[in-house]
């Protein structure tokens, strides 16, 4: 496994300054919980490129008043990913097709206002290769599927295993006008894919008002994690985004696309017993093999008895 970068070093220094940040003084409690299962299976129905991951996210801070804290590191936020990518076809891909890669991420990011902007800084440290433990996953659930699972040769080319600290940032502001919510953000990504991201969400409804929600890296939809449980009804969300990429570990210089793009939209909505979220993204060509984009389904459901 490859040295620290310098990257590695802010990691380090940027959680220990967040770990400071977290004094003992602020009293804090666990504000909330959300995931988001995506799968391209839930869209296009489909098993390659980026065809699976799971986002969750813990936050602890202060009781929720309906919006940020001004001080970076009272409202923490502990995330994690999980991800697979893989070749259009996993037993025998196709020259020029990307290689596989599972990845596991986990990090610790705050959340405050900056002036008016809602700002999320924090940092992941992402394990890549075998020892993640997803290609034994995947090749159980293909077997209980019956359909064929990552070959040998397959797994053999992967992308290597590593570590690979990260540094990410989000930034944004939200307007409201009526029941509709404009919120552009920009976001900067330094690590494992390092890249400069611009968007757009728009939300439709009051439901996601007043609460925190986070982005789900892969597909760019955004969960509910501290949430108004009182509240009841649907929001309809839409947005896009347009990313410049300058490198990442899971494609080689040669293959990689300069310019990403994103286009999602989905439905949160909540009732006495029961809330969920369903959303679409289409993702665009990420490499130069690559001749079309992909739909990718996100969902999380919860039921109460």
């Known amino acids: 496994m490859r040295s620290l970068s310098a990257a590695g070093t802010t990691f380090i220094l940027l959680t220990a300054l967040l770990a400071g940040l977290a004094s003992p003084v602020v009293a804090r409690e666990k504000l909330g919980y959300g995931r988001l299962i995506s799968n391209d299976v839930l869209g296009d129905g489909r ?5 699976g ?5 813990r936050v602890w801070g202060p009781s929720w008043t309906g919006s940020l804290p001004d001080t970076p590191g009272d409202l923490l936020e502990l995330r994690f990913l ?23 991420s986990l990090g610790l990011h705050s959340h405050f206002d900056l002036g008016g902007l ?42 290597a295993s590593g570590l690979h600290p ?22 900067g990504r330094v690590g494992d894919e ?15 008002r007043g609460e925190l929600l986070v982005r789900d890296p892969v597909t760019g939809q955004r969960y509910r994690v501290v949430r108004d449980e009182g509240a009841r009804g649907a929001s309809f969300v839409m947005g896009g985004d347009i990313a410049r990429v300058a490198s990442s570990i899971y494609l080689s210089d040669g293959e990689l696309q300069e310019e990403r793009s994103r286009l999602r939209a989905g439905m949160h909505w909540q009732g006495a017993r029961s809330s969920g979220f369903y959303g679409l993204t289409w993702m665009g060509e990420e490499f130069s093999g690559q001749d ?14």
């Open 47 to 51: 098993d390659r490129w980026r065809t």
């Open 118 to 159: 809602e700002t999320a800084i924090g940092g992941d440290l992402v394990m890549t290769g075998e020892e993640t433990g997803l290609p034994d996953f995947q090749d159980a659930l293909h077997d209980l599927l019956g359909v064929e699972g990552p070959s040998d040769g397959t797994r053999a080319a992967a992308v």
């Open 82 to 104: 999980g991800q697979i990518i893989g070749p259009d076809d996993l037993n025998s891909p196709a020259p020029g097709d990307r290689r596989y890669a599972t990845a596991l």
């Open 53 to 57: 991951s799971v986002a969750s996210s």
């Open 166 to 187: 990260t540094l990410v940032l989000e930034s944004g502001r939200s307007f409201a006008a009526g029941r509709t919510e404009l919120r552009p953000f920009v976001e």
């Open 194 to 208: 390092t890249l400069l991201r611009a968007g757009l969400d728009i939300s439709f409804g009051q439901l996601g």
């Open 292 to 305: 079309e984009g992909q739909l990718i389904g996100s969902v999380r459901l919860k039921f109460e008895f």
